[in-house]
């Protein structure tokens, strides 16, 4: 019944079944652990102000480190160079608290920032689900819960496969869908239809590595289908004439910009992304330069054009007439997710942890498909 040849992709956040109170925020953790080092360094400027008119001084501990051991050590070493001195009860205490505190608690937090792997929080009723913002109710108001992102790739509303994300952003959950759909049918599929959410450099790259011909929208799509005005304002920088056998970017008033340098990003999967920067020479007088910029200086505009180029090819097959007939089937896996939610009722799952969570999951697809498939069979 199913070709396997054309996949459609997208995901949905089903609630963990996770305590929606008791939550570790990876901000709070990093925040703690500076907080301790903030107040170590404090303590060695106490040190150092005792010292001051002395000739030798005692070596700085690593401040850097911050495990329990570099802790452990520094304060121990600021407790023998104010071994001899006349010190500040206030301060003796503190070391006192902090010997004994410290420490433990860098291990919890070390503890904490594994399970975090990376992610902004998780839950510690469920530690693999993390907090995501969730379309709940029925005015659209967003509330952050303990989910798992649950994607799913679909042919003609049977769901081919389904991986779980830890994160919010679909756009990162591309690589290990489709890894998994490989790894499940020994093939990808030729074709991939997913919406904005996963339009990414990186992801453009990957699916062409696979040979996977990707009709994925970027973020911009729609308005530069249907906005006429942003596809001819001639201050955008994605308009900028430029001319690639001298690589030359001309600014609105037809002024050859500088070329200044790179600018490198690396994304959380590891891709680096790289864009060229290139400023105007003098934007001072310049009469265009209310619509053109808002910056102090020359106007600088970045371009990365490999992504340029992915756009390019991503909105030539979009608006092509198998792009559209594709757009259209894009739908059906959101059709998939409404069955699974609102027809069935399936919100919250039952189990805890990623590997349970995962087999809960198949049971639900399995029970999707043959439903699906008894429906086309027995109809
Ligand atoms: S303000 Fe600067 S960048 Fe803009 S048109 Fe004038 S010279 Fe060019």
Redo the contacts with the bound molecule.
Sequence with gaps: MLSLKEAVLDGTKIEANANRYTFVWGKTVKGNRERIKEQLKQLWAYVEKLYEDEEQTPNEPDFEAMDPEAVERAIEEINEALKDKETDPKTRQKLRYAKKNWPKKLAEYEEKEKLLNGRNSYSKTDPDATFMRMKEDHLGNGQLKPAYNVQASTEGHYILNYTLAQTPADTSALKDHIESYLKKYGGAPESLTADAGYGSEENYEYLGERGITGFVKYNWFHKDVTDKKRREDP?LSDNLRYDEETDTLY???G?P?DYIGDKERTSAGGYLQRSRLYK????RG?P??GP??KAEG??VVERNFNLIKHRRRARELLESEEGIEKRKKRMTVEAVFGNIKQNKGFRRFNLRGIEKVTTEMGLIAIAHNLQRFSKARFA
């Design positions: 201050f600014c609105p008033a002024k910009m105007a020479v003098n934007c310049c265009m330069r053109c910029h020359d106007r």
